[in-house]
């Protein structure tokens, strides 16, 4: 067990949990160069029935509410930031299970026998979300929501019979931008509100500082096979921090070349001088670093809630290296993973890590660190072509291993990138070893069609790739010319897609996510109508104002008016009223003659 | 008003009135190029201003500086090192560099085929990840090899590395970076730009093994000079004339003007004075490169794809050092960098008289406009006489009788309301023959090798002065010819002529206005008897013939008649430059038709 997940069999299987329990833990994992994955995960249990009672202790009740109003099984949420760099980082956290594309992602199973009951359902849960969480779910409307056939299951436990009756949907909104109000609101959930525990250490100026950084909720009904089902809430936060860049202080954060003599030079090329020639050698250092520096303050003991079996801080560092704890706390190691160790922390003491700068040459390479495990699959996806009419999307998709892989590649495309199916295709790459298998990659395509501003394309596929090749999925579309409301104001920055998701089933349950793209339409030179339009609305505004003002309004002092304008004009209204109905019976009387009446019967009125 | 009308309506049938035209023609020439000389005035021109609020050219704070240029010199040396090493070892090298600030590195092989040379190298470029970014958008970096003069990139390579590894420690790009240095200015990033957006042919061009989002800008360095320098020149115009966004040059002159104090100039036009004449030369500079549509850089290449972009060089003595140089750059990128939407709002379509002077398409475009109208005026006025041979008849007699014996009246009952019919068929294929013969120029001028091409375009000149006199035997002999095939054929074209300049106009309004402005004698000419006229005009038109012209130009400019065959074949295979079609297949014919009808003699109707 030498993954990135090696950490996970601490966390305690899901057949001991309790009714009600919380624990929390944090890991930090040190990467190439001067990156440093923190992942923090808080889990929170409770009981079905309790949950059903609304009696909610460490489930936050308003989350809670939000689940029972909307019939949610099980929730899914993710507020994502960056890319995460596979080449360099390797696997995924989470196996990829904890992240979303770029923005906010969000999927739910939800109680429903009717698709339209679902989407109703859906409507109410992406507004409540949207209010809680600070986000514009709301966005996630009919045209930006899918429901996926292969690419989620769910991660709970359902009966048959009610998974029978719940819909799965998924909305994605790739061009929402997350920050600091998104993760008050994430904090807020926990029990000790990031007041105490690991949850101290999540600072928003670091944490949207960080290169990816990605917050989850998931909620999802756990049964284990003896005792009583428990509704399970895990928050997690993945975030891969720039030690450089972190180390700056904070009041002066901007990266000045640092002085002449500061800087680390290879002293043995031919034109070294000091102060005059330097070839810098800075990224050859390994990371050297404290966890209040890196986080910008000090743990503050732990949550008093959490289980204090489950160790709160794990560090994957090669065992040869030197890391410093605090006082108070005490340093676990697991015999079967020797590149892994845990700390347990007193309570209200204040805990920091100190991390030495490591001595040449170290176990795990130069750098001192744990090599990074390959990924099962390496994905990336970029436009093709030019021009403002056709375009095309290519995806690249690498299978380093020595297995083949097989996965469901699922896209959610607007409505106004219309795909041309017929152009969908894969090949193996030319260089790849075994380049004639190249007709059965795509095994099964489950397909919606987009429908112009009702709903969006909905791709998924099934592919399998041989081992150690490369495969170029591609497939061509129009874009559509918008309405001219249609587009944003900043219409010239394009429109963003949100990024395939890949899940793998083989040899191992994964998810990757591509990153987002950003499609230009054919836009309207808008500055022309745009001025033309503010300029007469700004000319007749000021001048049919104006104007209207002069003709309309008369001058009259305030001695001229009469006193009673009011009373008299209620009463002309009546006298009016009345003579129109008596010129009414009039006219039942006499014919049309009395039609004229009721109008001489006005103008005297006035 | 019916008395106005009705005087207007019959002055239609006054025949005086068809002896308007060709007067209105060379009226529409002269106002055209009176047109262009105004420009430069004060009241016709505009100063120029940042139009993208986003940009905020010049309001950072640029800390490139200090021990940067420890590690710049670093870097220089390491370039000294490669200078005498192969491209791939180059390669080798900067990809080992660039790999060490924790950029992404991929490389791209191209090989192009012109003039029965072998274009051949390998691009290597870096990706500087945007640190929160989601890789939708990415501005480019670019330092050739070598340097557009030829010579070894030295400081702009050093440079760019080491804004590389400046640029990585800051965390507020939007953006991606991309560092791209190709092997020379010229082939090296037209590979690599057309594969970026995979309109490269894969025949020849590799694809690009790594790759960001929507490219936003690209700035080029070119900065070979060793001394420190005076200004920043400026180099902007594009493939086929296309002009980057007038608000990325603003940008570039306001943050080297305004922040970084560093002169800079447009056009090579070192020591402006904000003269008439300056401003004049440099306009005209200015179309003449557009009007060749020739790449001046290596930023040109991007241009045809609507990213912006523009290269760098500093030029003259002066006592600015590589650190300004870096600011300069930085503080673009910074600007560049804040853009929320894709340049878009200033002008594309401009000529700049100074760094801060320029005239935008609405001003400029009715000269081209009006040389390209005198053409089909004349077109126009040609097929109505043609069709008229009354008018004729009062011509002949005016030109026998040399008197009038009855004016106005007489003519005006000489009027015959019946036109005569017009035989189309024999102009029609003259003119269609004369535009299929050009895709021989064409074809052979691009294909040939270096070492026939210029005993071929040599012969080509011979066999163009030669052509019309046997076009116009050939036609001689075939069928009489009447004055009405030659007002027909000189009708068609024009037509072709006029509307083919007045549609270029809008995309490359100098190539227009000087083809057009050369191909103005066509108008004028016509069929003689009289030897000694048609002398005259066989001569002008021989002066403005399309091969005279080239070579007139090659060796007014200096360039050998092999260098500029050379560079247009380049254009034409690499670059897709359509000046060549403009020349053959536009220009050419339209003087074969206009100098055949000279050299035939009347015949007598």
Redesign the interface.
Known sequence: MRSLLSFLPLLIPSALVSATEYHEQLNLRPLP??ALLASFNFRANTSIADFEAQNFRLFPRSLGQILQYAGTRELHLRFT???W?A??WGTRPWDGTREGG?GVELWAWLDAETDEEADEKWLTLTNALSGLFCASLNFIDGTRTIRPVVSFQPEGDHPNTTLANTRLLHGVLPHEVVCTENLTPFLKMLPCKGKAGIASLLDGHKL????FQSMAIDVRPICPSEGECVLQLEQTVDMVL?V??SKRPHDNP???????H??I?DTT?P??KP???????D??RGQDWTLSQIFGRTMKGTCPLTDAEVPPVCVHLPSTRDLFASQGAHEIRYPNNDSLRCYHIDQDSEFTLVLTKSEFPTEGGPLGIVKPETPVLYA?R?????GQEHG?V?AILTNPGDDSVEFVYMESLPWFMRVYLHTLSARISASSPNTNSSADLIKEIYYRPALDRARGTQLELLLSIPPRCTVFLTYDFERSILRYTEYPP?????F?VAAAVITTLEPKAMNIRT????L?LP?P?F?MPYNVIIFTSTTVALAFGGIYNIIVRRMVGANEVPRTAMKDKVLAFIQKLKKKKSAVVAAAAAGGKASIEPVSGTSEAK | MPRLLSTALSLRRDPRLLRIPPYVSAFCIAIGVVWLLLLPLDDYSRRTYVSENALLPGQVHTYFGGSEQHIFRAFRHEVDLLADKNNYEVNDKLESILTGFGVKVGRQNYTYHSAGQKYTGENVYGILQAPRGDATEAIVLVAAWKSIDEQLNRNGIALVLTLARYFKRWSLWSKDIILLLPPDSTTGTQAWVDAYHDAHDSKHVSPLPLKSGALQGAIAIDYPHEQRYHELHIIYDGTNGQLPNLDLINSIVNIAGGQMGIETTVQQMTGHTDSYQDRLQTMLRGMLYQGLGYPTGPHSSFIPYHVDAITLQPTGEGWHDEMAMGRVVEGSFRSLNNLLEHLHQSFFFYLLMQKNRFVSIGTYLPSAMLLAANFTIMAIFLWVKSGQPTVKDVDSAKEKNDGMEHKGDAAQASWNPLAVERNLLSPLTFVAICHSISAIPLFVFNHLGLNTLPLAFLIFSVASTVLPAIFSFAAASLQKSTLQYFQLTKSFSLLILGVSLATLSTLNFSLAFLVGLLASPLTFIRPTNSVATRGIFAMLLIITSPPIVILTTAWTSGVTLTEVLKAASLGWNVWGMYTPIVIWCMWWPAWLVGMTNTLSPISKA
Do not use: M
């Open positions: 160069l001067s930031l960056g890319r760099d080449e360099s770029t949207f500082d960080a290169s720039d450089d860049r901007i990266p000045r070349p640092p002085p002449g500061d800087l030079c090329k034109y070294h102060d005059d020639a330097c070839y810098p050698i990224h050859l990336e970029s436009f093709t072509g030019h095309g290519q900043d219409a010239n920055r394009g963003d990153t987002s793209l950003l230009y836009t030179d500055s």
